[in-house]
């Protein structure tokens, strides 16, 4: 019976290959989805509060500046990444955070389904994406006036979502979170 499943297996490889043509790649496998580990509240907190935070840095602290080094973070590790190096990766976790944001399957901090099936949810964090890309571009530049701009890009995409999806009563109300 095993003999049978090896040429079974055997046979289905070279009908693929086959069917593929000549000289043609077998297609990639795709991992399968895994389910989220947070919720949306703690991948803001844990990537793209302290991520944006070092955008908008740039906008008083000059990266290259010796005397004020921009650091990655504070403890035993801050010295690894500075300067304007730590600028690019900041902006490259906001462009990549986008697809975290949309990860099906992830819930709010108040337990409510993050709003995936809303167009206006998806396009601002598509604005995020493109907010990270113009970040990552003008770090790239090492200009400081171009930074000023990506800054001023990434605080109007943060704002777009916040204005509808945050809750900004007062005192804020966590139940209200993810809710247009």
């Not at 819930?107 to 167009?119: F, I, K, S």
């Not at 003008?138 to 171009?146: G, P």
């Not at 995409?157 to 999806?165: D, R, S, T």
């Amino acid at each position: 019976m095993r003999v049978l499943g090896v040429s079974v297996a055997l046979l289905f490889s070279v009908a693929t290959a086959a069917a593929q043509g000549p000289g043609a790649k077998p297609a990639a496998q795709t991992p399968a989805a895994s389910p989220p580990v947070g919720n949306l509240l703690q991948v803001m907190r844990g990537m793209l509060f302290h991520s944006s935070n070092l955008i908008f840095a740039t906008q008083g602290t000059d990266p290259a500046d010796p005397k004020a080094p921009l650091l990655a973070s504070s403890g035993t590790y801050a010295r690894v990444y500075n300067g304007w190096q730590v600028v690019e990766n900041a902006a490259v976790a906001l462009a990549e955070s986008a697809d975290l944001l949309l990860k099906p399957g992830r819930l709010c901090g108040n337990g409510r389904p993050v709003p995936l099936d809303r167009a206006d949810y998806r396009k601002f964090v598509q604005g995020l994406r493109e907010a990270g890309q113009v970040a990552l571009k003008a770090a790239q530049s090492k200009n400081m006036d171009t930074m000023l701009e990506a800054a001023g890009t990434v605080s109007e995409a943060c704002e777009n979502c916040h204005n509808v999806y945050r809750d900004n009563s007062d005192p804020p109300d966590p139940k209200r979170r993810c809710i247009p």
